[in-house]
């Protein structure tokens, strides 16, 4: 059994998250009265109703060119990491898009949309760098390496380091 600091802030998060959707569902139907109140319930329920049609098309589009990006550059010999985060990215914003409500929709928009998508992708890789860092994996360039320790003295592996190397060519 792993102890320490990383468990407990794991487990911190996983209790907040039922706290956070709420708030976001709260936050959705605020902006969905004040929209409705504003311009009145038939045009914001055509609104809801269109936008998530432009979310269905957008991620099928968008999808559809972020798979041949992907494609091309396994093709070519590439590392493909741009275009996995483009996919991820796209993905995520195409399902905020088809969720019926504002914030979400501009969320969205924000993902699938090919001039801000970057600033999507790099918010995606500054947490899966966060995530790498506190698993105690350090990438540079030209080289990765896992250090794994256990707090167990009755394991074998103990202070084990894998190294490993990635060629760039």
């Known amino acids: 059994?792993?102890?320490?600091?990383?468990?407990?802030?794991?487990?911190?998060?996983?209790?907040?998250?039922?706290?956070?959707?709420?708030l976001w569902v709260v936050l959705e139907v605020a902006v969905l009265i004040a929209v409705?109140?504003?311009?009145?319930?038939?045009?914001?329920?055509?609104?809801?109703?269109?936008?998530s049609a432009l979310g269905a098309w957008l991620l099928r589009r968008e999808g559809r060119r972020t798979w041949q990006a992907l494609r091309t550059a396994l093709r070519s010999g590439q590392m493909p990491s741009r275009e996995i985060a483009d996919a991820v990215v796209v993905f995520v914003g195409g399902v905020l898009l088809t969720l019926p409500g504002f914030v979400s929709a501009v969320v969205g928009l924000v993902f699938v949309l090919p001039f801000t998508r970057p600033v999507a992708r790099i918010g995606l890789e500054t947490l899966v760098a966060r995530r790498l860092l506190a698993a105690g994996m350090s990438v540079a360039p030209g080289e990765a390496r896992v250090r794994r320790t256990r707090d167990r003295g009755d394991d074998n592996r103990d202070g084990e380091v894998v190294e490993g190397e990635i060629v760039d060519e």
């Not at 059994?1 to 039922?18: N, Q, V």
């Not at 109140?37 to 109703?49: D, E, K, M, V």
């Open 1 to 22: 059994m792993i102890h320490g600091p990383a468990p407990r802030r794991r487990r911190r998060r996983l209790a907040l998250l039922p706290l956070a959707l709420v």
């Open 36 to 51: 409705g109140r504003w311009i009145g319930f038939w045009p914001t329920l055509l609104l809801i109703i269109a936008l």
